[in-house]
C-alpha cells in the first residue's frame, strides 16, 4: 500500500486548471460530461481510500468485530500509517456518507414535494404555477416520463412573447440533456471530497451554458435568450434546490449573457494538446487515470495482506 493509498485524497487538485479552463474553451456539452466524470472518478477512488484506511483503523480498535489476526504486530507493520491515519479516516468516511446521504435525500424529498404540488394541475409538459414570485425550473420525471417545465405567472409577466419562448426552450434542454444528474453527481462529488468542488461550481456554470445554447440553437437568436436571461436574474429566485436546473442563477448570469453574445461555440469534443486547455484536460484525465490506479493498487495489497492474516 505505502503512499499510494493516499494519492487519491489529494489528486483532485490535478483538475483545478481543467475546471476553470473548461468553462471558457469547451462546449459546455463537452465541458459538463468531462468535469462531471472527473469528478465523480476522484470522488469513487477517495472514497474507497477512506475505506480502506478505515479497515485499517477499526482492526486497531479494542473489541473490533474483525478476526484477530488483523491486528497482529506483522500486520501492522505490513500496513503503513494504520496508528493514526487508519483512526482518522473512520470518522471522515462516516462524514462523507452522511453528508452523501443527506445531499441524496434532499434531492429526492424536493423532486417529491415538487410532484406532488403539481399532482392537480393538468398532466402537460409545462406547468404554470398562479404565483407571482417569478421563478421557472425543470422538474425531472420519474419512469418514463421526461418531466415538467415550471414556471409561474410571475416570471411570464416580466417576458415577451420571443423570452418566453427561450425560456421553454432552456428548460427542456435541461430535461433532454438529464442535467439534473450531472449536477446531483458532482453535488455528491463534492460532498466526498472538498477539493472537488471547483468541479461542482463548474459543472453548475456549463450546465447552464448547454441549456442556453440549446435554446439559442431553438429560437434562433442568441440575443434574445441572453435578454430573457438577463431580465429573469434581476426578479428570479432560481432552483429549489442546487441539484435543479433553474433559469436565472445568479452568480455565473453576467458571464453567460457575455457568452451569449459571442459566436457559438465549436462543437470540438476533446481539445487539441498543444493548447494550454488541452494539457488541462490531459492533466486531469491523468490525474483521474492515476487516482484510479493507486486505489485499485492499494485495495489488491490490502486485501492479500488481510486475508493472509485471516485464518481459515
Given at each position: 500500500?505505502?503512499?499510494f493509498?493516499f494519492l487519491?485524497?489529494?489528486?483532485?487538485?490535478?483538475?483545478?486548471?481543467?475546471?476553470?479552463?473548461?468553462?471558457?474553451?469547451l462546449?459546455?456539452r463537452?465541458a459538463t460530461?468531462?468535469?462531471?466524470g472527473v469528478?465523480?472518478?476522484?470522488?469513487?477512488?477517495?472514497?474507497?481510500?477512506l475505506?480502506?484506511?478505515?479497515?485499517v483503523?477499526t482492526?486497531?480498535?479494542p473489541?473490533n468485530?474483525?478476526?484477530d489476526?488483523w491486528s497482529d504486530?506483522?500486520v501492522?507493520?505490513?500496513v503503513?500509517?494504520?496508528?493514526?491515519?487508519g483512526?482518522?479516516?473512520?470518522?471522515a468516511?462516516?462524514?462523507?456518507?452522511?453528508s452523501?446521504g443527506?445531499a441524496?435525500?434532499?434531492h429526492?424529498r424536493v423532486r417529491?414535494?415538487?410532484?406532488?404540488?403539481?399532482?392537480s394541475?393538468p398532466?402537460?409538459?409545462?406547468?404554470?404555477l398562479?404565483?407571482?414570485?417569478?421563478?421557472?425550473?425543470?422538474l425531472p420525471g420519474t419512469?418514463?416520463?421526461g418531466?415538467?417545465?415550471?414556471?409561474?405567472t410571475?416570471?411570464?409577466?416580466?417576458?415577451d412573447?420571443?423570452e418566453r419562448?427561450?425560456?421553454f426552450?432552456?428548460e427542456r434542454?435541461?430535461?433532454?440533456?438529464?442535467h439534473h444528474?450531472f449536477?446531483?453527481?458532482v453535488?455528491?462529488?463534492?460532498?466526498?471530497?472538498?477539493f472537488?468542488r471547483?468541479?461542482?461550481?463548474?459543472v453548475?456554470?456549463?450546465?447552464?451554458?448547454?441549456?442556453?445554447e440549446?435554446?439559442?440553437a431553438?429560437v434562433g437568436?442568441?440575443?434574445t435568450?441572453?435578454?430573457a436571461?438577463?431580465?429573469?436574474?434581476?426578479?428570479?429566485?432560481?432552483a429549489?434546490?442546487?441539484?435543479l436546473?433553474g433559469?436565472?442563477?445568479?452568480?455565473?448570469?453576467?458571464?453567460?449573457?457575455a457568452?451569449?453574445?459571442?459566436?457559438?461555440p465549436?462543437?470540438r469534443?476533446w481539445?487539441?494538446?498543444?493548447t494550454t486547455?488541452g494539457?488541462?484536460?490531459?492533466?486531469?484525465?491523468?490525474g483521474?487515470?492515476a487516482?484510479a490506479?493507486s486505489?485499485?493498487n492499494?485495495?489488491?495489497?490490502?486485501?492479500?495482506?488481510?486475508k493472509a492474516a485471516?485464518?481459515l
Amino acid at each position: 500500500m505505502g503512499v499510494f493509498v493516499f494519492l487519491p485524497l489529494v489528486l483532485p487538485l490535478s483538475a483545478w486548471p481543467i475546471a476553470r479552463l473548461a468553462e471558457h474553451h469547451l462546449h459546455p456539452r463537452a465541458a459538463t460530461w468531462l468535469l462531471t466524470g472527473v469528478a465523480g472518478v476522484l470522488a469513487v477512488c477517495s472514497t474507497v481510500c477512506l475505506v480502506l484506511l478505515m479497515v485499517v483503523g477499526t482492526a486497531q480498535l479494542p473489541g473490533n468485530p474483525l478476526p484477530d489476526g488483523w491486528s497482529d504486530p506483522e500486520v501492522r507493520e505490513a500496513v503503513p500509517y494504520d496508528e493514526v491515519a487508519g483512526r482518522v479516516a473512520i470518522p471522515a468516511l462516516i462524514a462523507v456518507l452522511a453528508s452523501c446521504g443527506r445531499a441524496a435525500w434532499r434531492h429526492h424529498r424536493v423532486r417529491r414535494r415538487a410532484g406532488r404540488a403539481l399532482s392537480s394541475l393538468p398532466d402537460r409538459s409545462v406547468a404554470v404555477l398562479p404565483d407571482g414570485a417569478p421563478y421557472a425550473y425543470a422538474l425531472p420525471g420519474t419512469g418514463r416520463r421526461g418531466g415538467r417545465v415550471v414556471v409561474t405567472t410571475g416570471m411570464l409577466a416580466g417576458l415577451d412573447a420571443p423570452e418566453r419562448r427561450a425560456l421553454f426552450a432552456h428548460e427542456r434542454a435541461h430535461l433532454a440533456g438529464r442535467h439534473h444528474r450531472f449536477l446531483l453527481a458532482v453535488q455528491l462529488a463534492a460532498r466526498a471530497n472538498p477539493f472537488l468542488r471547483p468541479l461542482r461550481t463548474a459543472v453548475t456554470y456549463t450546465a447552464e451554458r448547454w441549456a442556453d445554447e440549446e435554446a439559442a440553437a431553438a429560437v434562433g437568436s442568441r440575443r434574445t435568450v441572453a435578454r430573457a436571461i438577463g431580465k429573469a436574474a434581476l426578479v428570479s429566485r432560481g432552483a429549489p434546490v442546487a441539484t435543479l436546473a433553474g433559469f436565472a442563477v445568479a452568480g455565473p448570469v453576467p458571464r453567460r449573457v457575455a457568452a451569449l453574445l459571442e459566436p457559438a461555440p465549436s462543437a470540438r469534443v476533446w481539445p487539441p494538446a498543444s493548447t494550454t486547455v488541452g494539457l488541462a484536460a490531459w492533466g486531469a484525465a491523468a490525474g483521474a487515470t492515476a487516482s484510479a490506479l493507486s486505489s485499485a493498487n492499494s485495495a489488491v495489497t490490502l486485501f492479500f495482506i488481510l486475508k493472509a492474516a485471516t485464518p481459515l
